[in-house]
């Protein structure tokens, strides 16, 4: 791939549609005909539904339909069970959607959804996660298919043996992806052919499990979804609004528009679980790790099961003789919990960075140069050397920006006025993943290019990257490429989401160009096509495949209010290798977007559940506090121009998650440092500082 385009900071090809309101979403486009649905939750956590009464509702102006499982369209059996809405009685979870009543406008579906009554035979629940649960169990595997436990040497004796030890366990509570665009879709069916456009992170999953769910040919569903206001996981698999607005289109044989609204976003739609970890840590008088065990705790449904693979970000990040790792999970009358912005590594790494401050203090060791001495060079998992590990790089670069050297280790020795002042570091890893991609890229007569391919572009700049790419393997200036991305009908590329988007989708992309360049060369027409595949199974020279991770490090300074326990960051700054980096406008946006998404964990965000009605009672952007931007005075997302040859013919490793890995965890260390307060349940509030602690 020729240089040019790629490495260049271009704004978004669509940033003028977007700020001037031209760009399409999924409820956004015209139909006509069209009706609007709007769901009813079940008010029960657990229990069968005996009684609908929807005669008043089907008496009020404008209502068409109400849709519940008693005369809803069948959807075939199979393993989306979760998907099967308005199948069966049983109600599983407080806030299942339990009905769609469908109207002439917006105003009279949600009018009539308030008159639709429902009686439920009402059973017993457990909605509360705790360590002891009576139903803790081991799951098979944890997400995605990783081993449920892990061990290697001898952790009780290690650790019993160390002069150094650390036990602590630290809590994370439910986390709720609440994106701009809410769960939408307009679904229409013609002639036994579905079209649905939907927000959502990968058209040809969702294209596929409804294919499976109405039982027709996967060529009869078509998916689009040109602009997606964000997802952050939550919709990186098919979800209960393009289902049910499918299934009123065809029960009223019109066009249905449904979109969720922001308080039917906490839950049903899924959330990161809350998690109990407890990390032990030991090392010798020099702090080398000699033992490590993280046992990792968390929920899921009774309809499904999702396990968070929250100890894996142990397994590879540091070397120890001794470790182990366990995972175990209680199934709650809850919404099944799933993918939030790096599942598993984002939590887990708040448990065991936190640790690893406690151990380098208890060790008299610089938190930094702690790090360092247990870097490996070799993945303690897999037991293979890693295609490219720069955490040490990011560490140092990371101290030198921030300013680390000559940092007074005492908590609460530095001070201005009544603010204590705090300084604390954290380490991230993220695997640097790739999936089958195809691309069509077609020569036109007047010298331009048309790229095609079902990349979707959630707001992170995947369209403007995959043009960028597209250019250089042409060798041609970026504006005589012209792409077409989020269509099910284009040729297939996997999810928006596990940092694989643009690792996957410009693989393909450059062979499918380096494909056409050389038929051009060999005098082939210049209205030639060429469809291209990468299986992301190539090798180098003939290696088999090694370890691939993205790592980074934060640093963070913040300021305490000693008498109100009020915190404040002053500073906020990351360092990065991620590969190679194809737009630095849009990787500066994704590093600091991680980055204070993380510090929105350590300090605002938590789901309040009221076990009573098993059910968050903080399930709006009002109550459910999130960061915003006079919270952030100062951030900064540096990173390393790394290479490694044995990632993509792009050589890129992802970015949309490593910046919020460890930055929860650097809050939390620069926390302690300011206060002497260690803080081990999130997310740090000032009661938690004063009132608990005495921190005044």
Not at 95 to 119: K, P
Not at 584 to 602: F, K
Request: charged share 25%; hydrophobic share 40%; with cysteine.
């Amino acid at each position: 791939m020729s240089a040019g385009a790629v490495g260049r900071a271009y704004p978004r090809l669509e940033g003028r549609e977007k700020v001037t309101g031209t760009a399409r979403y999924a409820v956004e486009y015209p139909t006509d005909g069209v009706t609007y649905g709007w769901v009813v939750p079940a008010d029960v956590v657990r229990g069968r539904i005996t009684r609908v009464d929807a005669d008043e509702a089907l008496a009020s102006p404008g209502v068409l339909a109400v849709l519940h499982h008693g005369n809803a369209p069948r959807m075939a059996p199979g393993p989306a069970a979760e998907l099967r809405l308005l199948q069966d009685p049983m109600v599983h979870y407080r806030g299942q959607f339990v009905a769609v009543v469908v109207a002439t406008s917006l105003e009279a579906a949600r009018e009539g959804a308030q008159l639709v009554r429902m009686e439920y035979d009402a059973g017993p629940h457990t909605t509360v996660l705790t360590a002891d649960h009576p139903g803790l169990y081991r799951p098979d595997h944890v997400n995605p298919h990783y081993p449920t436990d892990t061990a290697e040497g001898d952790f009780d004796a290690g650790y019993a043996a160390a002069p150094v030890r650390v036990d602590a366990t630290y809590r994370t509570p439910a986390y709720h992806n609440s994106p701009m665009e809410p769960h939408a879709t307009t679904a229409r069916w013609d002639d036994g052919r579905l079209l649905v456009h939907d927000s959502n992170q990968g058209t040809a999953s969702v294209q596929a499990t409804l294919a499976e769910l109405f039982e027709l040919p996967r060529e009869s569903v078509r998916v689009v979804a040109e602009h997606v206001g964000g997802g952050f996981g939550s919709k990186g698999f098919t979800k209960a609004a393009v289902v049910l607005t499918a299934l009123a289109a065809r029960h009223v044989d019109r066009p249905v528009k449904l979109a969720l609204t922001r308080q039917q976003l906490f839950g049903p739609i899924g959330y990161r679980t809350p998690t109990i970890q407890r990390v032990r840590l030991a090392c010798d008088a020099d702090g080398r790790l000699t033992a490590v065990c993280h046992d990792a705790i968390s929920q899921t449904s009774t309809i499904r099961e999702f396990a968070e693979q929250t100890a894996v970000y142990t397994r590879s990040m540091y070397a120890a003789p001794h470790r182990r790792t366990t995972h175990r999970l209680a199934r709650l009358d809850v919404p099944t919990p799933f993918w939030m912005r790096a599942p598993g590594e984002c939590p887990g790494a708040y448990g065991l960075e936190s640790a690893m401050d406690e151990l380098a203090i208890a060790a008299g060791i610089d938190p930094v140069e702690l790090r360092i001495r247990n870097d490996p060079r070799v993945d303690p998992d897999q037991g293979e050397a890693f295609t490219s590990r720069n955490l040490v790089a990011c560490l140092r670069e990371g101290a030198q920006r921030f300013g680390w050297t000559g940092r007074d280790p005492t908590p609460r020795a530095r001070r201005d006025g009544r603010w204590l002042i705090g300084t604390g570091v954290a380490a991230s890893a993220y695997p640097a993943r790739a999936r089958p991609s195809s691309a069509t890229v077609t020569a036109r007569p007047d010298g331009t290019f048309l790229l095609r391919i079902n990349a979707t572009d959630i707001g992170n700049g995947g369209r403007t990257a995959m043009w960028q790419v597209a250019a250089d393997a042409l060798g041609v200036p970026p504006e005589r490429v012209e792409i077409r991305i989020g269509d099910s009908d284009l040729p297939e590329a996997p999810v928006a989401g596990g940092s694989m988007g643009t690792a996957s989708w410009s693989w393909a992309v450059i062979r499918a160009c380096e494909a056409l360049r050389g038929k051009l060369r060999d005098g082939a027409p210049t209205d030639t096509e060429v469809t291209a595949g990468a299986d992301t199974s190539e090798e180098v020279a003939g290696q088999p495949a090694r370890p691939r991770y993205a790592y980074g490090a934060q640093f963070v300074e913040v300021r305490v209010d000693a008498d109100t326990g009020e915190v404040r960051l002053n500073r906020l700054l990351g360092v990065f290798a991620a590969g190679r980096v194809v737009n630095p406008t849009t990787a500066r946006s994704q590093l600091i977007g991680g980055m204070t998404m993380g510090l929105s964990m350590a300090l605002h965000e938590e789901g309040v559940l009221d076990e009573r009605y098993g059910d968050w009672v903080n399930h709006d952007l009002a109550t459910y506090h999130i960061t915003g931007c006079a919270d952030v005075e100062s951030i900064e997302a540096y990173w390393l121009d790394e290479r490694d040859d044995e990632l993509n013919p792009a050589g890129v490793k992802g970015i949309g998650e490593i910046g919020i890995v460890g930055t929860a965890a650097a809050v939390a260390n620069a926390v302690h440092h300011a206060t002497g307060v260690r803080i081990r349940e999130l997310p740090i509030r000032l009661d938690k500082l004063v009132g608990v602690s005495g921190l005044a």
